[in-house]
Each structure stands twice: as C-alpha cells, then as structure tokens.
C-alpha cells in the first residue's frame, strides 16, 4: 500500500504567520484530501487537492486562509495563514490510493501561540 | 448530509476484556470504512466493508455491516493495552463523491 511523508510532524507558530505543510506519496494518486483535527474532535475536511485544477473547499474553509497546491501527481502541500490559536489543531493530509483505498500521512500537529 | 454516530464516546476497559464500537449512519451505507489513531497522529487503516452482512476480522478485530440497520460495529476480542487509541469509522460522501466523511471517534483505554 501507499506510503504518505507528512512535514513537519509538528510546530509551533507565532500568530500572524503562516506555516505550509508538505505530503509526498510514494505513488501517483489523482486525488489528495487535506483534513484538519480540531483537540478532542473528529477530521473535518478541508479540500480536496487533484493535480491540474483548482483544490475544492468544503464550506467553511476558503483558499485565502488554506491556499493548497498540487503541482504533480505525487505531492500537494497546505498553507494555514494568517494564525491564530483557533488554528491550533492536527492537520492531516490523505490519499485515494485506489477506488475502496485511503491513505493518511502521520500529521502535523500545530500550536499557535 | 450523510452523518456517522459512534458510540461510546469513550470507553475504558481492563486488559483481556471483549468489546464492540458502534457505528450508525444516518443514510443506508454502501459501504464503510474502520480507522484507528493513535493519539495525535495519523490514521492507520483497519478493514473496509463494502456489503451488507459482511464481516471482516484481522487479528483480534472483528467487523460487521448490518445495512439493513444502517449500523457497522467493531468488536475487539481480548483486549491489549496495544489496542488503545481513537476508532473512527468512515463512509464516501454522497452523491459520488470521492471525500470519506468521519464519525466523532470512539477513544479505547486499556488499563494493564
């Protein structure tokens, strides 16, 4: 199965600055999903990233604070901008890496102070 | 939209001890699928069941999909302190979409 390296595996953030998170796979996929994981909660989706078009945002989530790209096949990378501690959260990045198959990347858990 | 109950919210349970998660959806599932975290980091995979009726075991986890209840549950069976984490179960979003949608979780303790 797929292999997703997700960078950083943490950080910590002033307010106001922007941190982008990176997840290679090991394989070409066409669609990437990028979720977010608020403390105590369950992956709330963010967008869905495929290569060669503009990423879809699901409600609530808009591209001037989670600006995605997807320049090829094998690697997408999420901007969180402009934070805040409500920003605070895991991000997680995950892969279709077949029509019944999901692949999630380790996580980046952010603080923002 | 298509949403996941999972219950308990959290349980805690001795070591050697059996126990199920459940898993209900709001719209008949077409198929489903079991994740597990472990605390703060990525999902591992578990099994994903595609057809009512259907039951899928590895290792000591055991699943089943009763889509006539719209249900999926998740039974462990001797329980380790290794089984501990959040156990999230997962459907495609409607409409073809290719997105998994997530239930809240379900977070095991196993106590030595």
């Known amino acids: 199965s797929a292999v997703i390296s997700q960078k950083p595996s943490r950080d910590i953030c002033q307010r106001g600055t922007s941190l982008t998170i990176q997840c290679q796979v090991d394989?070409?996929?066409?669609?990437m999903f990028w979720y977010r994981q608020q403390p105590g909660q369950s992956l709330t989706l963010i967008a869905t990233?495929?290569?060669?078009?503009?990423?879809?945002?699901e409600s609530g989530f808009v591209i001037d604070k989670f600006p995605i790209s997807r320049p090829n096949l094998t690697f997408s990378t999420l901007t969180v901008s402009n934070m805040s501690p409500e920003d605070s959260s895991i991000y997680l990045c995950?892969?279709?890496?077949?029509?019944?198959?999901?692949?999630f990347g380790s996580g980046t858990r952010l603080t923002v102070v | 939209s298509q949403e996941l109950e999972q219950s308990p919210q959290s349980l805690i349970v001795q070591e050697g001890k059996n126990l199920t998660i459940n898993c209900t959806s709001s719209?008949?599932?077409?198929?489903l699928y079991w994740y597990k975290q472990k605390y703060g980091e990525g999902l591992i995979f578990l099994m994903m069941l595609q057809k009512g009726g259907e039951e899928k075991s590895h290792e000591k986890i055991t699943a089943k999909l009763d889509e006539k209840k719209q249900q999926s549950s998740l039974h462990i069976t001797a329980s380790q302190p290794s089984h501990a984490g959040i156990y999230l179960c997962g459907v495609k979003g409607q409409g073809g979409s290719e997105k998994l949608v997530f239930g809240k979780g379900t977070k095991l303790t196993v106590n030595p």
């Open positions: 719209k008949t599932l077409y198929g």
């Open positions: 394989s070409q996929v066409t669609m």
């Open positions: 990233a495929n290569q060669g078009s503009e990423a879809t945002y």
């Open positions: 995950s892969a279709q890496t077949n029509p019944y198959g999901y692949t």
